[in-house]
Antibody, heavy 123, light 106 residues
Framework: EVQLVESGGGLVQPGGSLRLSCAAS????????MNWVRQAPGKGLEWVSY????????YYADSVKGRFTISRDNAKNSLYLQMNSLRAEDTAVYYC????????????????WGQGTMVTVSS | DIQMTQSPSSLSASVGDRVTITCQAS??????LNWYQQKPGKAPKLLIY???NLETGVPSRFSGSGSGTDFTFTISSLQPEDIATYYC????????FGGGTKVEIK
């Protein structure tokens, strides 16, 4: 079964750091581009970051640029999001999501999603 | 950033009704437009990609059309299990989502 499982969420104080992980199974992780997408409580979806299959191409939303770092370990079938200088407005469910296409080097459609991990930034 | 304006923000329809949601891009995005369904407490699910292509396993009552700046998502005959929030998403530039349309049963 194709599956993505996020972990690492929790409660953190403003200015703090957190590292999210996403474990992939059921497909050849190293062939797929990956993304992080978040959803604040009661709000819509916001794309956060993208990483190509090799890790050589990375994009960020302006709202997280300079604070968040996306990475991957293809040997461990894992995707990561290092979040620093966290703010209250970063409070959200964070989803990892797989890109539908394997031949591009930019985000497109997200065909597989994890269940999400909640990040709460509050003092 | 490309802005995606989705309407209506919510709608109420009867089982069997035809439901239409529109999404307008702030600039030409060709056919780089996807549609997702999200049920409460669940992750989004891809329904339509590249404006009109039905994702594998998605019922044929769902369809999409449009190109350029104006796009339409249609449920031909609303079913009780279609109660959800629907989002459009462009990827001509870095991805952005529409604000969502909450679909309820009348």
């Amino acid at each position: 079964e194709v599956q993505l499982v996020e972990s690492g969420g929790g409660l953190v104080q403003p200015g703090g750091s957190l590292r999210l992980s996403c474990a992939a199974s059921g497909f050849t992780f190293s062939s797929y581009e990956m993304n992080w997408v978040r959803q604040a409580p009661g709000k819509g979806l916001e794309w956060v970051s993208y990483i190509s299959s090799s890790g050589s191409t990375i994009y960020y939303a302006d709202s997280v640029k300079g604070r968040f770092t996306i990475s991957r370990d293809n040997a461990k079938n894992s995707l990561y999001l290092q979040m620093n200088s966290l703010r209250a407005e970063d409070t959200a469910v964070y989803y990892c999501a797989r890109d539908l296409n394997t031949v591009t080097t930019s985000p497109d459609a997200f065909d597989i999603w994890g269940q999400g991990t909640m990040v709460t930034v509050s003092s | 950033d490309i802005q995606m304006t989705q309407s209506p923000s919510s709608l109420s329809a009867s089982v069997g009704d035809r439901v239409t949601i529109t999404c307008q891009a702030s600039q030409d995005i060709s056919n780089y437009l996807n549609w997702y369904q999200q049920k409460p407490g669940k992750a989004p699910k891809l329904l339509i990609y590249d404006a009109s292509n039905l994702e594998t396993g998605v019922p044929s009552r769902f369809s999409g059309s449009g190109s350029g700046t104006d796009f339409t998502f249609t449920i031909s005959s609303l079913q009780p299990e279609d109660i959800a929030t629907y989002y459009c998403q462009q990827y001509d530039n870095l991805p952005t989502f529409g604000g969502g349309t909450k679909v309820e049963i009348k």
